[in-house]
């Protein structure tokens, strides 16, 4: 998690500032997603392979300096990998598979989020509000086409940021339940959506154990900037607001 990242004006320090949201909230549908092969796909289809795309796109553009050319290649790798699972999961939707598209999803939005946006914000030749704007095109299509097929449109993160699972507690945070997150991405997930809060904000993190591990990783990527309280601790249940300061 960066702890810093410098955008060249007010308006695009805005524009990036959502564009970790928009990442933050995919992160977290497409892990919540993973046991719903047909709902993970339409997601992977209309918001993350494109999404993705369209972030490899602008780095690719932002210059051919060693530290940017370093960090285009690995998110196109990780890109890559996503688009290759989404179209194993298209061709034959399974748990598994969605697990593993749902995987390589969140690995390669963590990336983007961490290595990728900190280059684009300090390229000058960019406009992040056009790479927001491109970024934002698919999840309103998506959500467009879900109305009028009469269904509801994909649950979105709060304003200020936050989980997408649409669950809140009785003082307004976003829930975040770890417990129905596949292991292998649940802590990535967790990341990709504290690093979308803005100050102020938080989430209600729910999870089955006293998640000690969590706290000291994010301790070690992000000391000092969350509040943690334990709101339910044990034996069953754990719930801890975790507030960016």
């Not at 309103?140 to 109305?147: F, L, P, R, V, Y």
């Not at 990341?191 to 100050?199: N, Q, S």
């Amino acid at each position: 998690m960066e702890n810093l990242t410098l955008a060249s004006s007010q308006t695009s320090a805005t524009a990036l500032e959502s564009i970790r949201q928009l990442l933050a909230e995919w992160s977290s549908k497409v892990a919540s997603q993973s046991g719903d092969p047909a709902a993970l796909q339409r997601t992977l289809t209309s918001d993350i392979d494109p999404g993705l795309g369209a972030l490899t796109r602008s780095l690719a553009a932002a210059g051919n300096k060693t530290d940017t050319a370093l960090v285009a290649r690995l998110l196109d790798l990780a890109t890559t990998a996503a688009a290759t699972a989404s179209t194993r999961l298209a061709e034959q939707p399974s748990e598994g598979r969605a697990g593993a598209a749902a995987q390589a999803a969140v690995t390669a939005l963590e990336m983007a989020s961490t290595e990728a946006l900190p280059v684009l914000a300090a390229c000058p030749e960019v406009d992040l509000n056009r790479v927001l704007a491109d970024l934002s095109a698919p999840s309103k299509d998506s959500a467009t086409q879900e109305e009028s097929d009469g269904g509801v449109a994909a649950v979105s993160a709060p304003a200020g940021g936050g989980c997408a699972c649409g669950g809140h507690d009785e003082e307004g945070l976003a829930e975040l339940d770890t417990r129905v997150i596949p292991h292998a991405i649940r802590h990535a997930t967790i990341f990709g959506a504290l690093e979308g809060l803005a100050p102020g904000r938080g989430i209600l993190l729910i999870a089955n154990h006293n998640p000690l591990p969590l706290l000291a990783q994010l301790e070690q990527r992000a000391a000092g900037q969350f509040a943690v309280e334990y709101v339910e601790e044990g034996p069953e249940t754990y719930r801890l607001s975790m507030i960016r300061r």
